[in-house]
């Protein structure tokens, strides 16, 4: 179903033998304004889950020569997520946001990679707006409890016993002064979304939650705990920063990974629109209907870690493991509906699950290079790919093959 075949790119590990290194999410900036610097953790072992006083370095690679420059150490990572870490959208060359634990609570931590210079924000951060001024806030501790690989494992939820509590929910955080205000509870959620469930009563978190393009509204997904032998079901929910104009996009079933097109649009694999009964598939969603474009089931067959380029023609995606154990890493052309296989490696089968090693793929800032982490060559580390030759052919081709 490909149109060409692959010979023009080629995978080149950033990262040296004396660790594990790994950067984390997919939709994160891991690569500064310039692309010269790009950042990651380096941790001592990759096989088991991080205990409370586990540290990770982190730090950047310097693009020039691939030398690793540490800043700081964390004991609020997970190997899904990492520590948050990711460039100060104001500042994309010099500061970086990450998580950390003071000694008593979990932070945000603001911190200059080349004075040093650091503050501590009011909460952890989950997410920043593209503009810089704003991060939200979920509870970490309750994600420890939900799905270890994306929270942190040192302290224990305030409001365990509590299914949906009025003081929880999403934090906003003001970047410049580090205060933050609870926006939306975890009971407006469930006030919101509870006729699903009939006379049941179910504990809530939020799993993830990303602004939109320019920081005016949130996406987020809502799932409950599941009981013994059953799956959670995911709710994507939307909201103006403020809290204001809550709405539910998709009701409690099935959904994934996402991505912000722009402002209204969102790239999500999911159960698609409230009436469709394609199946799941990669849909775009518009925000505040229930309006639902297939973009190419032919092509994505399965659920993957999403992100459009830069500049909007492109889409990189990954795989889960197939059979043989091998990952597969994809870039595909909206304007012709044309994928190509990037590349597939190897994923160590012991290291599953919660500490399993995805390989989030990441564009850079122009759009002409991407990240992934991978264990193919028996340890986590981080590399790079030039697309400049492959997109150029890939934009030639007038009709997918199919």
Same mark, same amino acid.
């Given at each position: 179903?490909?149109?060409?075949?692959?010979?023009?790119? !080629?995978?080149?590990?950033?990262?040296?033998?004396?660790?594990?290194?790994?950067?984390?999410?997919?939709?994160?900036?891991?690569?500064?304004?310039?692309?010269?610097? &790009?950042?990651?953790?380096?941790?001592?072992?990759?096989?088991?889950?991080?205990?409370? =006083?586990?540290?990770?370095?982190?730090?950047?690679?310097?693009?020039?020569?691939?030398?690793?420059?540490?800043?700081?150490?964390?004991?609020?990572?997970?190997?899904?997520?990492?520590?948050?870490?990711?460039?100060?959208?104001?500042?994309?060359?010099?500061?970086?946001?990450?998580?950390?634990?003071?000694?008593?609570?979990?932070?945000?931590?603001?911190?200059?990679?080349?004075?040093?210079?650091?503050?501590?924000?009011?909460?952890?951060?989950?997410?920043?707006?593209? @503009?810089? @001024?704003?991060?939200?806030?979920?509870?970490?501790?309750?994600?420890?409890?939900?799905?270890?690989?994306?929270?942190?494992?040192?302290?224990?939820?305030?409001?365990?016993?509590?299914?949906?509590?009025?003081?929880? $929910?999403?934090?906003?955080?003001?970047? =410049?002064?580090?205060?933050?205000?609870?926006?939306?509870?975890?009971?407006?959620?469930?006030?919101?979304?509870?006729?699903?469930?009939?006379?049941?009563?179910? !504990?809530?978190?939020?799993? &993830?939650?990303?602004?939109?393009?320019?920081?005016?509204?949130?996406?987020?997904?809502?799932? %409950?705990?599941?009981?013994?032998?059953?799956?959670?079901?995911?709710?994507?929910?939307?909201?103006?920063?403020?809290?204001?104009?809550?709405?539910?996009?998709?009701?409690?079933? %099935? =959904?994934?990974?996402?991505?912000?097109?722009?402002?209204?649009?969102?790239?999500?694999?999911?159960?698609?629109?409230?009436?469709?009964?394609?199946?799941?598939?990669?849909?775009?969603?518009?925000?505040?209907?229930?309006?639902?474009?297939?973009?190419?089931?032919?092509?994505?067959?399965?659920?993957?870690?999403?992100?459009?380029?830069?500049?909007?023609?492109?889409?990189?995606?990954?795989? %889960?493991?197939?059979?043989?154990? %091998?990952?597969?890493?994809?870039?595909?052309?909206?304007?012709?509906?044309? $994928?190509? @296989?990037? $590349?597939?490696?190897?994923?160590?089968?012991?290291?599953?699950?919660?500490?399993?090693?995805?390989?989030?793929?990441?564009?850079?800032?122009?759009?002409?290079?991407?990240?992934?982490?991978?264990?193919?060559?028996?340890?986590?580390?981080?590399?790079?790919?030039?697309?400049?030759?492959?997109?150029?052919?890939?934009?030639?081709?007038?009709?997918?093959?199919?």
């Amino acid at each position: 179903m490909l149109a060409i075949k692959n010979e023009l790119v !080629k995978a080149e590990r950033l990262t040296q033998e004396d660790a594990h290194y790994f950067f984390g999410y997919y939709d994160t900036p891991a690569w500064s304004l310039s692309d010269r610097y &790009h950042l990651c953790h380096k941790v001592d072992f990759m096989d088991r889950l991080p205990y409370a =006083a586990d540290s990770a370095t982190v730090g950047y690679i310097d693009m020039l020569d691939h030398a690793f420059h540490p800043v700081a150490e964390t004991t609020a990572w997970n190997f899904q997520q990492g520590s948050m870490l990711q460039w100060h959208p104001a500042f994309p060359e010099e500061e970086i946001i990450y998580n950390s634990w003071n000694g008593e609570t979990y932070r945000g931590t603001v911190q200059n990679i080349h004075t040093g210079a650091s503050r501590q924000l009011e909460l952890p951060v989950a997410n920043v707006d593209p @503009t810089g @001024t704003y991060a939200v806030s979920i509870n970490f501790d309750r994600m420890f409890d939900f799905r270890p690989g994306y929270g942190y494992a040192g302290r224990e939820d305030l409001f365990k016993e509590v299914p949906h509590s009025t003081d929880d $929910g999403i934090f906003l955080i003001d970047l =410049a002064t580090g205060e933050s205000r609870l926006v939306v509870s975890l009971q407006q959620i469930w006030d919101f979304t509870k006729s699903r469930f009939g006379d049941q009563d179910k !504990k809530l978190l939020i799993n &993830h939650i990303t602004f939109n393009t320019d920081g005016s509204r949130l996406v987020f997904l809502v799932r %409950y705990f599941p009981e013994p032998g059953e799956m959670w079901g995911t709710a994507i929910m939307t909201v103006n920063r403020d809290g204001s104009d809550l709405f539910l996009l998709s009701d409690y079933s %099935y =959904a994934s990974h996402y991505h912000w097109r722009d402002r209204v649009n969102i790239v999500f694999h999911s159960r698609g629109a409230e009436s469709s009964d394609a199946g799941d598939q990669l849909y775009v969603l518009k925000d505040l209907t229930h309006e639902a474009e297939m973009i190419d089931s032919t092509f994505f067959l399965r659920d993957g870690h999403c992100s459009y380029s830069p500049d909007r023609q492109f889409m990189l995606y990954d795989s %889960y493991p197939d059979t043989d154990g %091998y990952r597969h890493l994809y870039l595909y052309f909206l304007e012709n509906k044309c $994928g190509v @296989t990037l $590349g597939s490696y190897y994923s160590l089968p012991d290291i599953e699950g919660d500490i399993r090693c995805d390989l989030h793929p990441r564009w850079n800032r122009a759009g002409t290079h991407i990240s992934f982490d991978s264990t193919h060559e028996g340890r986590r580390h981080v590399y790079a790919m030039d697309l400049r030759k492959v997109m150029e052919q890939m934009s030639l081709v007038r009709e997918c093959e199919r």
